[in-house]
């Protein structure tokens, strides 16, 4: 066997063998009484576009099974559910919520989110810029109705 039958032989025998290295799939049924935490339209554009990474109602594509790419994308949604997880907002202090809020319209304003290596395998995910609008919309008005002496 030559050494670069050997390599290939080699590395296709480490590829099968992370195979067996599998990562939780983990998704979790929303609390009971559970409501959405925005109109339609905003719960609409952020479960397309947020809740795969922000929520326990993760979409696991085909591709999230194969290593080492299922490693990399089950760090991305525990990182992800770490930062702030949709799923969660009903047990958020306010003033948790309005740092959650902020992050979220920051981002938006940034366009780091979605994600680009997120957006060039879920086109849907993409926001037009009437969305991001009525994203941050949604935001500034939990923002004002957070800060009120009211909560």
């Not at 479960?47 to 099974?65: E, I």
């Not at 959650?100 to 060039?120: A, T």
């Amino acid at each position: 066997m030559t050494a670069r039958a050997a390599a290939l032989f080699a590395l296709a025998l480490g590829a099968l063998a992370a195979q067996l290295i599998t990562v939780e799939h983990a998704n979790h049924p929303f609390p009971p009484g559970a409501r959405p935490i925005a109109p339609a339209q905003i719960e609409a554009l952020l479960t397309r576009a947020c809740y795969d990474c922000h929520s326990d109602q993760t979409r696991w594509p085909w591709y999230s099974r194969i290593a080492p790419v299922s490693w990399l994308i089950a760090r991305d949604v525990a990182l992800g559910r770490k930062q702030l997880n949709f799923s969660d907002w009903g047990s958020y202090y306010p003033q948790t919520r309005m740092r959650k809020l902020q992050w979220m319209g920051r981002v938006l304003r940034e366009r780091s989110m979605p994600p680009w290596s997120y957006r060039l395998l879920h086109p849907r995910a993409r926001l037009t810029g009437d969305q991001r609008a009525a994203l941050l919309g949604w935001i500034e008005s939990g923002l004002s109705a957070t800060a009120s002496p009211a909560d």
